[in-house]
């Protein structure tokens, strides 16, 4: 079980031409939450964490009305973790766990008394999944293939601030599973705060 806290950025761009609307993301962790533990025994020992991820959506949407938006699209996120203890020797641990593929969702857009707009976002992501474990010394290698599949809810208020620019805020939760043999468990929950500007 692999558990920590991060903050990202996620510059992001977008087109949109009648109905139809397209954008490219591309978020990064900037400042993880490392642990770091020591063990009491007759040979203390230290174990030193770390975490960082980054995430490329494509996004391709068709707006059916004012309130209701369909959309697919193509994503790559990738997890890398690290893990080092100090005992006798240095011994580190590393692992990473990628997922590509499409996702298809549906928005919904209300407008609240124009003070803004509140969204909600439902996606299913079935992605092909790759865990890859390298323990050091010595570079042993253990590497597991598979499906991934699940999905994201996404809620968000936004507004205007002046002129074109503009504020997004909001929440964010997903969760994949690997099926045989990996079955691995990915979730993760978010809070953005964004500034838009429209050109």
């Known amino acids: 079980v692999l558990d920590t806290s991060y903050v990202s950025l996620n510059p992001s761009v977008a087109w949109g031409y009648q ?6 993301s591309y978020d990064r962790s900037i400042a993880a939450d490392p642990t770091i533990g020591q063990t009491a025994s007759a040979t203390p020992s230290a174990t030193w964490s770390d975490f960082s991820r980054t995430e490329s959506t494509f996004t391709l949407g068709y707006r059916v009305n004012d309130t209701i938006s369909l959309f697919t699209g193509y994503t ?3 997890n890398h973790f690290t893990q080092t203890g100090a005992a006798l020797v240095l011994v580190a641990t590393e692992i990473d766990y990628t997922e590509t593929g499409p996702f298809v969702g549906f928005a919904l857009n209300l407008n609240v008394r124009d003070k803004g707009n509140l969204g909600l976002s439902v996606g299913y992501a079935k992605l092909d999944a790759k865990l890859q474990i390298v323990a050091h010394p010595g ?3 253990t590497e597991v293939t598979g499906n991934s599949t699940g999905l994201s809810y996404a809620l968000t208020w936004s507004g205007t601030l002046t002129g074109s620019l503009g504020y ?3 929440a964010k939760t997903t969760s994949y599973d690997m099926d045989d043999p990996g079955q691995v468990t990915e979730r993760f929950n978010s809070i953005f705060l964004g500034i838009t500007n429209y050109f």
């Open 139 to 141: 570079g042993a290698t």
């Open 19 to 24: 109905s139809f609307y397209a954008s490219l």
């Open 168 to 170: 997004r805020v909001g």
């Open 76 to 78: 790559k996120g990738a």
